[in-house]
């Protein structure tokens, strides 16, 4: 039998892309279609930060549950579970959109009842995608999967955006987002049975994979810098402010603000899949997370369209370099029965700095206004950076990603 050079030549990984798009897509339309809708129905940025904070506190109450579950149970069966739950929450949007409902409780708990979804199935997703590639191809995997991921993000928002201006309203893009997560659900069967050993659900067990990642400093340094400098970078949860405000582009032009990190990100990730980094990885890491900083300060002051355009690409281009390299990490040092485990704790941190990042900004935009929220924090970002290069020295001496591995 030939062994594959490549992951996309595995059948079993090339379906799981495909699964990708749909469920990725989905959850993009969704997200787009959240923040211009109750942006619009109460004009207020401190309702775009209890948006995030509503699918924040699952990620960090929940996915080390989800951990569990994913080492536990089939992980088809978990993450086609939590692919409905996203579905029903975007026939529930559609819903209240399509009545006009304007009352922000019933919005906050259905975004609340998503972000329970992802929490509890995105540990399993992580883990399937390790399992069906060799370890010699899961840098070009991950690369692969996020630049199917990133793809989804820039179709996804530009096609928001486009049934936002067409239709008037956001129903359309609601119910878009809720056929998705059903196709995706359905198809995940067809990938490989993963198996899982029968254990008990505790709270030590949950622990284990916490104690994993704080053992490992070099897997805590990567991890810790992504939530950090994503917390306090967070321009995107202020995109329909600068959209409607700044820049004056309406809906179409927020959905292609929306989809612009996405357009870096992907050219990056199709790089990192055909050419992997082998060398200098952690000074590679610190300098992009050196340049998201600086990408978010030149999106914050500026106010021209093409210009915020080209710091959005950059940012996201920025961005993709740290996530291929904190989730080769993730995956090269964790045993395959404890990936769900050490899965949820990276995705408790991406959800911090993504989801808590969007109630900082909204917070901060309320206090001092828009820009001064956005180029708050890019500085910021640029400090951390610096901050973590001094703390962790073995990350800014890290050349290969094999390099400090735990045995």
């Given amino acids: 039998m030939v062994e594959p050079t490549a992951p996309w030549e595995i059948p079993a990984f090339r379906r799981w892309l495909q699964l990708r798009v749909f469920g990725a897509m989905a959850a993009q339309i969704q997200f787009t279609a959240i923040g211009w809708w109750v942006y ?6 401190l309702d775009l930060a209890w948006v995030g904070l509503a699918q924040f506190l699952p990620v960090l109450t929940l996915s080390l549950l989800g951990g569990q579950l994913a080492d536990r149970y089939d992980r088809r069966l978990v993450l086609g579970l939590a692919w409905l739950t996203q579905s029903l929450c975007a026939v ?3 819903t209240l959109s399509a009545q006009g409902y304007a009352e922000t409780p019933l919005l906050f708990a259905l975004c609340f009842m998503m972000g329970t979804g992802r929490a509890l199935g995105n540990p399993s997703g992580q883990a399937i995608a390790a399992t069906l590639v060799p370890p010699a191809l899961l840098s070009r995997a991950v690369a692969a999967s996020t630049a199917v991921f990133q793809a989804s993000t820039l179709i996804g928002p530009s096609l928001c955006g486009g049934l936002i201006a067409w239709t008037g309203g956001a129903t359309a893009a609601f119910t878009l987002a809720a056929i998705f997560p059903v196709i995706a659900a359905l198809g995940v069967a067809t990938l490989p049975l993963q198996r899982s050993a029968p254990r008990s659900i505790t709270v030590e067990a949950l622990m284990e994979g916490l104690r994993f990642a704080w053992d490992s400093r070099m897997l805590f340094a990567c991890i810790s810098l992504d ?7 967070g321009a995107t949860a202020l995109l329909p402010v600068v959209a409607a405000d700044v820049l004056h582009v309406g809906a179409q032009g927020y959905g292609v603000l929306r989809a612009a990190p996405a357009v870096g990100a992907g050219v990056v990730a199709l790089g990192l899949a055909w050419r992997p980094m082998e060398r200098h990885v952690g000074p590679r890491m610190l300098l992009s997370v050196a340049g998201f900083g600086a990408a978010t300060v030149v999106f914050g002051l500026s106010t021209s369209f093409p ?6 690409v950059c940012l996201g281009a920025c961005d993709m370099v740290s996530v291929v390299i904190r989730q080769t990490l993730v995956q090269l040092h964790t045993p395959d029965e404890m990936r769900g485990r050490i899965s949820a704790v990276n995705l408790v941190f991406i959800g911090a700095s993504n989801e808590l990042g969007e109630f900082e900004s909204g917070l901060t935009a309320r206090l001092w206004g828009v820009v001064r929220a956005v180029v708050f924090g890019g500085v910021g970002t640029l400090m951390i950076t610096g901050l973590w290069a001094l703390i962790f020295p073995e990350l800014r001496r890290t050349d290969r990603v094999t390099d400090n591995r735990r045995n």
């Avoid at 210009?307 to 959005?312: G, W």
Wanted: proline share 0%.
């Fill in 40 to 45: 619009e129905v109460t004009g207020d940025t």
């Fill in 92 to 94: 529930g949007f559609a």
């Fill in 227 to 233: 939530l950090f400098a994503v917390l306090l970078g």
């Fill in 307 to 312: 210009l915020s355009l080209a710091a959005l």
